[in-house]
């Protein structure tokens, strides 16, 4: 919108409240001030301050709106464990098993190549041949020297971005066959003008020849799938054709030579220089079809690797952010779900700092409805991982999904559980901060159903701000939109453990109803909603919905702070309290499990 009248809109939205006003326009501004530099528009920047930092996915984007499913059955596990801060997400990234650093030492070494094909080249052409004209050599010579700072550049220690590295590829490969394509064709006239046809057949042999290592070299070091490969390599096939064609209908009397030669012989123009056509697409195939296999071998082989001690077993889930699998610990034989945290923009020290920091602040916890972090650690290609216990069962997110609204009495039984985790958390000085139905498991442990394990402390911040400015980023608007307090939405608001109590409230709510509290399609909407609308009483959402334990959800969703349950312990307690406890205990989920059959795992 233009600024008059995104303040029209505005105004409209956000009605009386001009606190809010001020601050989206604040926004706004800030905004505005970024794109005059070069930065992006105040809707993508919106809308990347949304995903990125909230994890929120806008219902028009196929993809569950109440949290981080990404992918059929397993999304929501698969981001569950991420500690967002520590690793930053990069949309439209590599694929999860060609990592960066990877993929940027691969193209370094096909730049390699192609500067040995074209420094080969000048080589015997200015010291063997010794040619004579040194503008044939101008075209290999700057193509040399451009791919010498291609691969100085890429061979720093700097991760570079993926949409460089896509614009490099292209580069290398375009420049090499440009160079080699304008030489063919200023070698075949020249020769060709001054009766040379047997050189200028030589001419031609030798960019078949270029052009069938140029497309073996790109299925071997930039194995991709076999349509992307197969796109780079197909016009690689028929450029010395091209070339040859373009000649013959330009000068038609310089190339008629192509004629006599072939017709001297009984044959056509076609039938000879078609062969060449032909072996050069046969080799396209090839590589496209081995790039495809090579890109498959290294995935297998990346989920057959050793992270330390533990070995991959097989893939549990996929999302934004990376990649699940049940691990085993090799001495201890313990199953495990270990986490892989592709690289994003941010690697190094700092970004090393906060994930450690993540990982540690979760494991400092000890209480049995918080999942338990074994151990965590960064490979050589800069992928990080952590390993927690493995559990089976539904995140509650999949049991709505699947089962509906709960009963009134699973859920107290539920979210009383919850309430110790968050007891012992914030009694440590740490919040939550993204609480969510996708981040608390119904599990089975021990020989006990329904266990709730809350997960994902990536948002976790120490109610101190003991900790480093270089390692911990304040003031960001941190959490699920859909799930989190309207402090959480204004940065100079004070945040406690109160802000984890309304979003628990707001997961009494899904469970209770089969949707969030406030359901706005728009973020900007939803914020505001959040932080001035009433809340709809659940019961008037879903039937049956007792009256004492709808006055305990709507108090822990009170936009004011000092309007809910001061603790997770008294509202523990209220939960306790509501009649509805008494319909769900162990022999209820037990059955209720077993009923399912099998039971899904994490």
Known sequence: MNPAKRETWLQRACGDD??????????????????????????????????????????GDNRRSH???????????????APQPAIAFVAH???????????????????????????????????????????????????????????????????????????????VMGLVAAAFAFTQYQGMLHLSLHGDPLRAQHVLNHRVHVAAVLI????????????????????????????????????????????????????????????DVLVLLMLAVVSASGAHTISRLRRQ???????????????LGAGGMGEVYLAEHQLLKRPCALKLIRPGIESGLDALARFEREVRLTATLSHPNTVEIYDYGRTEDGTYYYVMEYLQG??????????????????????????????EAHAA????????????????????????????FGLVRPLTRSVSSQVSTEGQVLGTPLFMSPEQAERDRVIDGRSDIYSLGGVAYY???????????????LMIAIARDPVVPPSQVHSGIPRDLERVVLRCLAKDATERFPDAESLERALGECVCTAEWNQDHAARWWRSRGSVHSS
């Open 301 to 315: 082989v990346k989920e057959a690797r050793q992270y330390g001690q533990y070995h991959l077993l097989r893939r």
């Open 429 to 456: 000085g740490l919040i939550h901060r993204d609480i969510k139905p996708s981040n608390i498991f119904a599990s089975r442990r021990g020989g006990l159903y329904d266990v709730a394990k809350l997960f994902d």
């Open 394 to 423: 539904l995140s509650l997110a999949e049991l709505v999904e699947q089962y509906g609204p709960l009963p009134p009495g699973r859920v107290v039984y539920l979210l009383r559980q919850v309430c110790g985790a968050l007891l």
């Open 67 to 81: 949290g981080d499913r990404q992918v059929e059955h397993g999304g929501a596990l698969a981001d569950r464990f």
């Open 216 to 275: 073996l070299s790109y299925g071997i070091y930039a194995p991709k799938g076999r349509w992307h490969t197969a796109l780079v390599v197909g016009p690689l096939a028929i450029l010395p054709s091209a070339v040859l064609l373009a000649l013959f209908l330009r000068y038609p009397q310089a190339m008629w030579w192509l004629v006599r030669v072939t017709t001297a012989h009984g044959s056509s123009p076609l039938e000879v220089f078609g062969l």
């Open 511 to 525: 469970l209770l109803t089969g949707r969030p509290p406030f359901d706005e399609e728009e973020g900007l909407r």
């Open 93 to 171: 990234s590599q694929p999860s098993f060609e990592s960066r650093p990877v993929l940027q030492q691969r193209l370094f070494g096909l730049t390699i190549v192609c500067m040995l094909m074209v420094g080969m080249t000048l080589f015997w052409k200015s010291v063997v041949l010794w040619e004579p004209d040194a503008n044939d050599l101008i075209p290999y010579t700057i193509v040399l020297l451009v791919q010498g700072g291609i691969a100085i550049y890429l061979s720093r220690a700097r991760p570079v971005s993926s949409s460089v590295l896509k614009v490099l590829e292209l580069g």
């Open 18 to 59: 001009e606190s809010h006003r001020a601050e989206v326009a604040r926004l706004s501004n800030q905004e505005e001030g970024a794109d005059s530099e070069g930065g992006g528009s105040f809707t993508e920047s919106m809308s990347t301050y949304l995903d990125t930092t909230a994890n929120w996915i806008p219902r």
